[in-house]
């Protein structure tokens, strides 16, 4: 398997210092920017939208991974093919008619992606697993950045990863919420291939030192 991708959360960043941040991004060893989308209404946050998005756009020079956590997220699919956005991924928790919005933002040209909470059975993915480009598997409850982490995660890694291979499957695997140094070489070993990281890498002395320690951990 090619090595594992590193998407750096911007919900982490200084967003005082944001063309700061997307530069050093620009310049680290990171694949993907992450962009958590919240509403305050399916998660008990609000975090940026569409003009933020477009700024970033504008200075980064890596795939902008986009993660909605709202409610009827089909309404706004167009708006953010129109920003630019390389992955588009939707809560199964949100959306109603699952299948018709995977192939919604497949034929707008972006990759589509399933989000799952924590407590959502993975199970539950078994009709949409060869239709999707990706699985983000939440290792937090969704809304806030810096929650701990919840150790279930490896076993809901496994399971995934089995189930993708029984299907044949192309899915990558993508998982959220309390990524660390200490247990990246883990997630990996049960399956990611690509780790979100916001708190883990701005809150650290040296972020592109980190970044680069998070995409050789466990080689």
């Known amino acids: ?57 504008k200075l980064a020079r890596k795939p902008l991974d986009t993660h909605l956590m709202i409610v009827q997220p089909e309404r706004y699919f167009e708006a953010f093919r129109d920003l630019g956005v390389h992955t588009l991924s939707i809560h199964y928790e949100a959306v109603t008619h699952l299948n018709r919005a995977v192939n919604q933002i497949k034929e707008l040209g972006m990759r ?52 993708i291979i029984e299907t044949g499957s192309q899915a990558l695997i993508e998982v959220d919420g309390g990524v660390s140094l200490e247990n990246a070489p883990l997630l990996t070993a049960a399956g990611a291939d690509v780790l979100v990281a916001g708190n883990t890498v701005f809150s650290s002395a040296n972020p592109a030192e980190t970044i680069e320690k998070l995409k050789h951990s466990g080689n």
């Open 1 to 57: 398997m090619s090595q594992h991708l590193i998407a750096p959360s911007l919900l982490s960043a200084d967003f005082a210092n944001l063309a700061r941040d997307i530069e050093m991004l620009n310049n680290s060893e990171a694949d993907w920017f992450h962009l958590d989308v919240m509403d305050g209404v399916f998660v008990p946050n609000i975090s940026f939208g569409m003009p933020v998005i477009k700024a970033i756009g």
């Open 112 to 163: 589509a992606s399933v989000v799952l909470n924590p407590h959502t059975p993975i199970a539950m993915l078994t009709d949409i697993i060869k239709e999707v480009d990706m699985i983000l598997i939440m290792s937090v409850n969704p809304g806030f950045g810096g929650q701990k982490f919840i150790e279930g995660t490896y076993d809901r890694l496994r399971q995934l990863k089995k189930l």
